[in-house]
Structure formats: C-alpha cells, structure tokens
C-alpha cells in the first residue's frame, strides 16, 4: 500500500502543477507504469496421476494439477484479482475450473498463488486441473491461456505452454 500511495501522490502533484503551469503532460505513456500489471508467473505440477510413479511429468493419459502463479509488473497493488483458465488445444479434457480463479489482492511486485477454491497457500492444491489425451504426440506443446480482471476494470490476456513428455 505504501508504493501506491507514494506513486498516487506524485502522480497527482505532477498533474497539477502540469495544470497550473499549463506545461505539457508530464507523465504522458510513462504513467502506465504506476499502474498495476498482472501476467503469467510460472507453474508447478502439483500431482499427476502416472501410473508409474507419480513422476511429475506430464504425459499422455495423465491428470495434471497445476499450481500457476501470477504476478504483478506494476508499481502499485491490484485488487481483487481474478483468473479464468481455457485452452485451444485438442489434447486436452476436462480442464476445470471453467470458471474465474480468485487470486484476490496481489501487492506491486509480487507473486500470488491460489487454489481453485481461492485460498492462498503454497500447498493448498491445484489451480487448475486437466487430463491429457491418450492420442496426445510426444513434445506437443498445450497452451494455456489467462484472462486476467482486476478491479478497476483492467484486464490483462497471458499465455504459457506445457509439453507432453
């Protein structure tokens, strides 16, 4: 909180001596980055179903969990942080949930992983889950897209890649 209060401060006197001194917009496109950016951090699996020993690799035939973590590029906080998960790819069945992750507040800098449930914590479980295809090729890359919403109306698009092994 304290970043954001310190950024909304100088933004605003930057404005208003801008205004007062009728000067050019001080701030201009660099304004963009006080303002909170939310994108795509990493993943962990957090199980997988092999039958052979639980390997954490992902591959064909198998139920992945994965933890993803999102984080915030921007100089100021995001609030109340929401997810939805989908992807393109053909080889890929029962993603769930189908509908928004609630990451909740993620602060300026910083990493944020939920649950599908929304709770926070590094064991918590699996953000997302999914089988892959038994027809699934060796190597393919499944993209996993992010529609990223914050509170204020701003909205952030991510994508990452699994391989199948």
């Not at 304290?2 to 401060?9: D, E, G, H």
């Not at 035939?61 to 053909?90: C, H, M, P, R």
């Amino acid at each position: 909180m304290k970043k954001f209060c310190i950024a909304s401060l100088c933004i605003s006197l930057l404005l208003l001596l801008s205004c007062v001194l009728n000067l050019p917009d001080p701030i201009g496109e660099d304004m963009e980055k006080f303002m909170p950016h939310i994108k795509y951090a990493k993943h962990s699996i957090y199980f997988d179903s092999s039958q052979v020993s639980r390997d954490e690799v992902i591959s064909k035939g198998d139920t992945i969990g994965l933890q993803v973590w999102l984080k915030n590029i921007g100089l100021s906080g995001a609030d109340y942080v929401k997810a939805t998960f989908s992807t393109t790819s053909e080889y890929v069945e029962k993603l769930t949930p189908t509908t928004e992750v609630k990451y909740g507040n993620i602060p300026a800098e910083s990493f944020k992983m939920v649950s599908r449930d929304g709770y926070s914590s590094k064991q918590s479980g699996y953000t997302i889950q999914f089988v892959v295809s038994d027809t699934t090729p060796t190597d393919t890359q499944i993209p996993i897209c992010i529609d990223i919403a914050g509170a204020t109306d701003r909205t952030w698009k991510d994508t990452f890649n699994i391989t199948v092994f």
